[in-house]
């Protein structure tokens, strides 16, 4: 499903910026599964599908370590190997929370916290380790807010597995995240899908931002009015779709419509099987039906700005974006990144930079790479060559599998010949303050 928990979130376009003129213009390469088919300039990142470090496919990290999660004790019983991870909580304003924050693990239906932190935010914890950690009344069991009513769109900066791609992960975790908890903040979340029991335990920076100033939501709270009957056909659309029968799925949906037509969550599901259809026109109709029962949820407006990068209309996805992010500016990095490939392709390069530093500042884990493709073009823009070849490197090293991965070392490559000749020049004498 292209929109599902945001792993194919932008890989519906390949080239999203137009080529820029002078030392890296270059061909790049023709999108794959998901794409256009459109062939890419090297002049913006590229977004491929299915790769390690694209744009929206929220990838693994480059972790590496041992596939075996079990060890066999002294009796032959096969034992499950503890995993362990650390890390560390802040407020996206930079310092550390005002007091210790409780780590807790989110696995579908159940929570459960973890330990906490100390007074400056670092964490480690023994997963399943509930010795001396004291459970909330209401974290026992319950579906966690996310997973209803449209919360499967929700992809904090921290929705990517954490394994090297293709590994044999600890499926005791497959579905669960990482979050902290504290009252008056949201967080975001890390999954665990991936990760490995003798894997590099530190997962990064997880960010808390304060509650209140912020108008979106992940889920759709219009919807969660809807009638008992209007619910059912929803979670049956649900099923349906994550089985990919789609046909089933949306009848289910227009179902759910029938009984509640503000079922904004329904309308904003239907729009995303009308996208996969590549029925683009019914798509941005049914999406903006979702926005105007709920004008809050921000489902719609993340598929309606994949829907403006895939036809290319810049200024289309700049005014959404904005939208977007103004709702809530915290919870999507790449709602950053799109709005700065927008303006980067309107030419207005200073508001393109803005975006893009606050899409790195969201995305502490690295997991869109394209943050660095990015930043490395706009340096080239203000011909800061060395630095902009250092975020090309980072790229790279971000995502090796990138498919346009060789087009950018021939930009390297030309950058370092411009570095080089730039180094070659003799310096230019000081006036001398005699003779002036």
Request: positive net charge; aromatic residues 6%; charged residues 20%.
């Given at each position: 499903m292209p929109f599902r928990n945001g792993v194919r979130i932008a890989a519906v376009f390949?080239?999203?910026?137009?080529?820029?003129?002078?030392?890296?213009?270059?061909?790049?390469?023709?999108g794959t599964t998901g794409s256009t088919g459109s062939t890419g300039t090297i002049g913006g990142p590229t977004t491929s599908t299915g790769n390690t470090g694209t744009l929206g496919n929220i990838g693994?990290?480059?972790?590496?370590?041992?596939?075996?999660?079990s060890s066999t004790s002294s009796s032959g019983t096969t034992m499950p190997t503890p995993v362990f991870i650390s890390g560390r909580v802040m407020l996206d304003d930079g310092t550390p929370p005002p007091e210790p924050v409780a780590i807790e693990r989110v696995c579908i239906n159940v929570i459960r916290t973890e330990g906490y932190t100390d007074s400056q935010g670092y964490f480690g914890v023994q997963l399943g380790d509930e010795?001396?950690?004291?459970?909330?009344?209401?974290?026992?069991?319950?579906?966690?807010?996310?997973?209803?009513?449209?919360?499967?769109?929700?992809?904090?900066?921290?929705?990517?597995?954490?394994?090297?791609?293709?590994?044999?992960?600890?499926?005791?975790?497959?579905n669960c995240d990482i979050r902290a908890k504290l009252a008056g903040y949201r967080s975001q979340s890390v999954s665990l899908a991936g990760h490995r029991a003798l894997d590099t335990p530190d997962i990064g920076v997880i960010l808390l931002h304060r509650e209140g100033g912020d108008e979106g939501t992940t889920v759709s709270m219009v919807s969660l009015q809807a009638p008992k009957d209007a619910k059912k056909a929803f979670e049956k659309g649900m099923s349906f779709?994550?089985?990919?029968?789609?046909?089933?799925?949306?009848?289910?949906?227009?179902h759910a419509l029938d009984i509640y037509p503000k079922f904004a969550a329904a309308w904003a599901e239907i729009g995303r099987i009308q996208a996969e259809r590549n029925e683009i026109l019914d798509a941005r109709k049914s999406l903006d039906e979702?926005?105007?029962?709920?004008?809050?949820?921000?489902?719609?407006?993340?598929?309606i700005a994949v829907l403006d990068m895939q036809a290319r209309k810049w200024q289309a996805l700049a005014d959404v974006t904005d939208r977007a992010v103004r709702l809530d500016p915290f919870e999507f990095p790449q709602l950053y990144?799109?709005?700065?490939?927008?303006?980067?392709?309107?030419?207005?390069?200073?508001?393109?930079?803005r975006s893009v530093q606050a899409a790195a500042k969201l995305d502490t884990l690295q997991q869109f790479p394209d943050i660095s493709h990015?930043?490395?073009?706009?340096?080239?823009?203000?011909?800061?060559?060395?630095?902009?070849?250092?975020?090309?490197?980072?790229?790279?090293?971000?995502?090796?599998?990138?498919?346009?991965?060789?087009?950018?070392q021939t930009q390297l490559a030309?950058?370092?010949?411009?570095?080089?000749e730039d180094n070659s020049q003799p310096p230019r004498p000081k006036p001398d303050k005699q003779n002036q």
């Open positions: 390949v080239s999203a910026l137009i080529p820029i003129t002078g030392i890296c213009q270059n061909k790049g390469t023709t693994t990290s480059n972790t590496t370590g041992s596939t075996n999660s010795k001396g950690v004291f459970q909330d009344a209401s974290e026992d069991t319950g579906r966690s807010l996310r997973s209803v009513m449209g919360g499967g769109v929700g992809m904090g900066s921290g929705s990517g597995g954490m394994g090297s791609a293709g590994a044999i992960s600890d499926r005791r975790f497959q779709e994550k089985k990919n029968n789609l046909d089933e799925a949306q009848k289910e949906f227009q979702a926005i105007k029962c709920d004008s809050r949820f921000l489902a719609p407006y993340l598929q990144l799109f709005n700065a490939v927008a303006y980067y392709n309107l030419k207005n390069y200073e508001v393109s930079e990015l930043q490395g073009l706009l340096l080239i823009q203000q011909h800061n060559y060395p630095a902009a070849a250092e975020r090309l490197r980072n790229y790279l090293k971000l995502a090796p599998g990138a498919e346009d991965a060789q087009a950018v030309k950058l370092d010949k411009a570095i080089a």
